[in-house]
């Protein structure tokens, strides 16, 4: 939005910083998102296989029909039995730590170690939880995405054309001061801001900078958080963990409140949603509507 509205106004000074300043906090989150996500996916892709770790997949899900049901033995080759023998991967891997320790210092007693010390197996503590998680996290993830598409509709469909983006609009039933007094507003209340027509060359760069990355962040995200959700054992830590994907999806709105001019956010308050036609259903899809501005 800045831009056009820098670009109606005639490249002012201070709309051209606002502007700029708009892109640099853009690239900002974009980097400290990508950051971020690249850290989660080399901790469950790189260093959690260094360090030994399998991958989850359905270890331990049908634990309550254990000892005799399907899918019953855990990853060192034992049964689960129930789920009283059922950790959490650190655990598990300490446990199993000490007790093959235990057997390389005392070679003679291994099988009384074997008999006494048991492990333990890794699994998943529940199953549908994991689900539900993954089901929510990829909700929020569509709702980034949908506001992708609506950039991507009004690059496709807004003219191709250098139209203004604000109007002084005054109403026509009174004089302006008059209209001033009633309404008790000013001269600012009059300028409008509206979705027009943007020239080619900013719908390419809006596509290059904007949509482009957004897009490869959403790739990444839901790539990245599905296999974060899936590699999480604990019930408690899986809840945990998708309200920390979905912080990650809300840097951007964190940066836009703390860092944007407060012009901006005026300009965003004030800018008028599309109107379709008058004789337009009510139903109308978001693609039909840009359409008619088309």
């Known amino acids: 939005v800045m831009p056009q509205i820098c670009r109606s106004t005639g490249w002012p000074r201070s709309f051209c910083v606002i502007s700029l300043r708009c892109y640099f906090f853009l690239m900002l989150n974009l980097m400290l998102q990508a950051f971020v996500l690249y850290m989660i996916v080399q901790e469950e892709l790189v260093m959690d296989k260094f360090a030994g770790q399998m991958y989850l997949c359905d270890f331990g899900a049908s634990i309550e029909t254990c000892p005799d049901g399907p899918n019953c033995i855990g990853p060192s080759g034992t049964n689960y039995q129930n789920a009283g023998r059922m950790y959490s991967y650190d655990t598990w891997a300490t446990r199993t730590f000490v007790r093959d320790s ?108 904007i949509i482009v990355p957004k897009l490869w962040l959403w790739r990444m995200t839901a790539r990245g958080g599905v296999t974060f959700l899936m590699e999480t054992a604990g019930i408690e830590d899986v809840i945990i963990n998708v309200t920390a994907l979905t912080f990650i999806l809300n840097l951007d709105e964190m940066i836009f409140d703390l860092f944007s001019h407060k012009v901006v956010h005026h300009i965003l308050e004030k800018m008028e949603p599309f109107q379709c036609d008058e004789d337009s259903p009510e139903d109308q899809t978001c693609e039909e509507a840009f359409k008619v501005l088309k």
């Open 102 to 209: 235990l057997k390389m210092l005392f070679p003679e007693k291994a099988d009384d170690i074997d008999r006494n010390i048991d492990p333990g197996e890794y699994g998943l503590e529940n199953k549908w939880c994991r689900l539900v998680c993954v089901f929510v996290f990829m909700m929020s993830v569509l709702s980034d995405l949908r506001s992708t598409l609506d950039i991507v509709w009004i690059c496709l469909y807004v003219p191709s054309e250098a139209e203004p983006w604000l109007e002084y609009r005054v109403p026509t039933w009174d004089s302006k001061e008059n209209v001033k007094q009633v309404l008790d507003a000013s001269e600012l209340d009059f300028v409008k801001f509206k979705l027009a027509g943007m020239p080619l060359s900013w719908k390419i760069m809006n596509c290059v900078l």
